[in-house]
């Protein structure tokens, strides 16, 4: 097969568009069930603001923190697929037998950051006392599920990160360069 197509083939791959939900897991379920939530609030919204004129004042609000409920807890599910952005780019320059401790030190990176993202979520909810303005609810339980989702990339990080420690340098390599020579 050559160069070419393998290209078309991953082009083909990336562009199929399919029915098949067999990567979705349990872990998924909060973030299916926060977007369902934040659809229905932004419906609601826009029928009242622009069929009956007279917009719910709370909804703007709530569709906020749901988005930023959203953007936290389905990064869970970015981690867990390994569907981060990352310099893909950047591996076509190292050599083959340096890319698995580059991938160790990202993946340490990556799972300290996440970790220390959650304990300072813990401490930024510990030490507010404010309740959100058109609903009278603490603003500590917003940053206790964005900690609650740092920590559960964090987690899911370091079992990436002894899943790699554990993989072949070469499986890694083949893995991060699809169009790997066998002679390297």
Known sequence: MTRKDQIDALIGEAEEVTDDISDVSWMDIPVLLVFAILFVIVALQFFTRYVLNDSL????EIARYFLILLGFLGGVTCVRLGKHIFLEFAYHYMAPRVIKPVV????????VFWGYAGWLGVELAQRTNSSMVSVQMPKAYLYYAVALGCA????????????????PAQDIAA??????????
């Not at 004042?57 to 703007?60: I, R, S, V």
């Not at 160790?104 to 799972?111: I, K, Q």
């Open 104 to 111: 160790l030190g990202v993946e340490a990176l990556v799972t």
């Open 57 to 60: 004042g709370w909804t703007e």
């Open 152 to 167: 559960g990339m964090a987690g899911l990080s370091a079992v990436i990160l002894v899943r790699q420690a554990r993989r």
């Open 175 to 184: 893995a991060k360069l699809p169009f790997i020579s066998e002679d390297t």
